[in-house]
Each structure stands twice: as C-alpha cells, then as structure tokens.
C-alpha cells in the first residue's frame, strides 16, 4: 500500500494505492523480512498530511512491523532464516556521532525513521539493518507484538523521561494505545504511584479505572492533587496548558507526540506565567525511540505480561483502518494482517 502523495484526509479517504513493487534485495548486513503484520499508527496521519512529510514519494508507510527472516545480505549473521523479528520506529542511526555513542541514537542527526524515510511495513516484504531488527518474545502473537513495538516503546521512553519514583503521582492525559500501555506498565514498575486520566471521552476514562487509575477526568478537569509528571499523548494543544495547571511546583510535562495538529493552537494564548509555569515546571517533548528502548520495553512487556488489545484489517484495507483512527473510531490497536 503506496503512498504517492501528501493529501488532506477529510479530501481523500484513500490516500494508500494496493500496487505491485519489486521484492527488495538485502545489502551487505541487512535482512529482507516477510510480513505478516504492520500496526497502524497515528504517525501515518502525520506522514500523510504532511506535517512529518516522507522525504522521497512514492513510499511504504508503516513503523510496527512483524515478520520472519527470508533471506540474509552479505555478512549479516545475527539470525537465521524463518527467525521472527520485530522492525520499530528507529531504522537505522550513524553509529558514530555523540548521540549514538551515548544511547541517545533517537536524537541522530542522521536517524532514519521506518516506513517514513524507507520503505516500511504496509507491505509483504521490507529489508533492514539486522542490526536494528528485534526478537519478539515468544509470549506474544504477531499481532499482539505489533502495537509494542512503537506505542509500548515510545510509552516506555516517556515514562523514563518522567524520571518518576515510586510513589509519585502520575498523571495521563489522552488515553490511547500509548496511555494504556503505561498505565499497566506502571502498575508493575511503581506498585505505589496512582495514576490520574484525562481523557476526552467517557469510555476512555471508565477504561482507565478499570486498568487501575484512582482518578479519570476531562482534559480540562483539575486532578484532586497537584501532580509530579504527566505525560501527553494528545496531537493538540489545550490538553498541554491544562496539564500544566495540574503540575506541583518543580514537575515535569512529557510531551510524546512527533507534531501537534495547529486546529486549537489559541490555547497557548491562555498560557499563565505563575499558574502555568513558574515555580520551576518544566516541558520535555519525547522523540523517536532508541533500540534499548525497544529491547527493554518488549522484555517487560513479557515478563509483566502486557497483551495490547487489537482489532485487525487487510493490508488492502488500510486506508479504512486509518479513516478510523482519524475519526477515532478505535477499539484498541489497529493491525494490518499480510495474508
Ligand atoms: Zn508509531
Ligand atoms: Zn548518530
């Protein structure tokens, strides 16, 4: 399913074209996969619309790939064929510069993003660098890793950038396949931090406390106590000044999204200095993920267990499947099956 070019979703549902390309030859250390499921993520409307544009049309969208091994490039050892393997965001990164050296590759000048400046996974078969393909822990089917391998791991780094302790609360606002991926990795990880929603919609919230959150309300709502972290998952801006509001003095805003939509961006005029900001609050944006994050996340995701619910389309039925997410029609993770 190509993309050829960026369109306005509410213009054009059918963004995608179900065509035939080449089967792609593995270079020297990289892998060719054979698909069998892509997650779909809310990046792709980004990809689309233009506000992450793919720098080279056409392209294969498509960042939670899972697959088997079917053929191995030259020099390339690290699996065998008929392996299951698991392709994220980070597809590759320079490996040289003080970025890479110091596990932050996310932040490379050279990084190189799946399905968004390469060919990825809304197809039957992408090459990568074996280097930045993942085990997938047997625990899971392939459609259950799917959805991990970018919700969970972005989820994973925001929650590290939260630099939480046990104990401290939490706060989510927007509750989406990300949110509530955290909100159970919480529950293992800081046993004794309560964890506060604010989500749009009554079903998201009745879901939250039924995944253990001791409070759910509006985005606009202000928690019951002042909170140490929240992190943002939201594509829009008014969920960043309230969050603000329901931040103590010294804490800390994560705010994963890779763009914000400018539909409601008036919102920062609303921006307080002394109720907003002052008294030491800080603003952190999350970006792309690294391999560790990748790795450790599908590590404690198994061990947890953490099973992400997921709905499943054809490949040909992509751009349904993203129509859905934009009017967010969404009963957990949406996954492309390659039949
Ligand atoms: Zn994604
Ligand atoms: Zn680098």
């Avoid at 190509?2 to 250390?29: A, D």
């Avoid at 793919?54 to 008929?82: D, I």
């Avoid at 060919?119 to 047997?138: C, D, L, M, Q, R």
């Avoid at 039924?210 to 992190?231: R, Y």
Wanted: charged content about 25%.
């Amino acid at each position: 399913m190509v993309l050829n070019k960026i369109c306005f979703l509410n213009r054009n549902n059918t963004p995608l074209e179900l065509r035939n390309i080449p089967v792609p030859e593995p270079s020297e250390n990289e892998i060719l996969v054979k698909i069998s499921t892509c997650g779909v993520c809310h990046t792709e409307l980004d990809e689309i619309e233009g506000r992450t544009a793919p720098p080279h049309l056409p392209v294969v969208l498509g960042h939670q790939v899972v697959g088997t091994v079917e053929k191995k490039g030259g020099n390339a050892g690290l699996f065998e064929l008929g392996d299951r393997v698991g392709i994220a965001w980070i597809f590759s990164a320079c490996g040289n510069c003080q970025y890479c050296l110091n596990d932050n590759e996310n932040l490379c000048d050279d990084f190189k993003a799946t399905g968004r400046d390469v060919n990825g996974g809304y197809a039957e078969y992408i090459t990568v660098p074996e280097k930045f393909a993942h085990s997938i822990p047997a625990l899971f089917s392939d459609s259950e890793a799917a959805p991990l391998l970018c919700a969970g791991a972005i989820g994973y780094r925001s929650l590290k950038l939260c630099n939480l302790k046990n104990g401290q609360r939490l706060g989510l606002t927007g509750f989406g396949a990300s949110g509530h991926l955290v909100l159970k990795m919480i529950r293992y990880k800081y046993p004794a931090t309560k964890v506060y929603v604010f989500a749009r919609s009554d079903k998201e919230r009745q879901f939250a406390q039924e995944l253990g959150a001791v409070w759910a309300g509006n985005t606009e709502d202000e928690s019951p106590e002042k909170l140490h972290c929240i992190i943002d998952t939201t594509p829009v801006w008014k969920p960043v000044v309230e969050a603000l509001n329901n931040l103590k003095a010294g804490g800390r805003l994560v705010i994963n999204a890779i763009r914000k939509e400018e539909v409601d961006k008036k919102y920062l005029l609303g921006l307080d200095y002394p109720k907003h900001l002052w008294m030491e609050k800080e603003i952190k944006s999350v970006a792309n993920v690294t391999r560790s994050d990748v790795s450790e996340f599908l590590q404690i995701a198994a061990e947890i267990p953490i099973k992400p619910e997921y709905q499943e389309y054809d490949l040909e039925d992509a751009n349904i499947a993203l129509m859905e997410l934009k009017e967010r029609k969404i009963r957990g993770a949406k996954v492309l099956r390659v039949t």
